[in-house]
Nanobody
């Protein structure tokens, strides 16, 4: 069983920054970050691989967000910089169903490939 707990969300002004944390219990070969705004589909934001430390980002956050991992503390982070109102959403971390060694294309961003989810943390970007 993989258990995930997100934290670090909050209210921030446009241009501000937040760092989200995903505390991981159990084995996972990758951690993905997703977000979901009211009335919208869940959207892949970023992913980090255990096997080779590969990272992936959606086009909308590339250059602004950075995913990282601290294996000593079993925590995955999502550093979010230059936040914009369109980043407002509940952010979730997730663990995939399968053991991933390689990721192709945008597979990492498909929510259906994940079966363990955290409870979510709210990020609100507003002035």
């Amino acid at each position: 069983q993989v258990q995930l707990v997100e934290s670090g969300g909050g209210l921030v002004q446009p241009g501000g920054s937040l760092r989200l944390s995903c505390a991981v219990s159990g084995f996972t070969s990758a951690i993905g970050w997703f977000r979901q705004a009211p009335g919208k589909e869940r959207e892949g934001v970023s992913c980090i691989m255990k096997s080779d430390d590969s990272t992936f980002y959606s086009d909308s956050v590339k250059g602004r967000f950075t995913i990282s991992r601290d294996d000593t503390k079993n925590v995955v982070y999502l550093q979010m910089n230059n936040l914009q109102p369109e980043d407002t959403a509940v952010y979730y971390c997730a663990s995939p169903k399968a053991i991933w060694v390689k990721v192709y294309g945008s597979e990492w961003s498909d929510p259906s490939l994940y079966n363990s989810w955290g409870q979510g943390t709210q990020v609100t970007v507003s002035s």
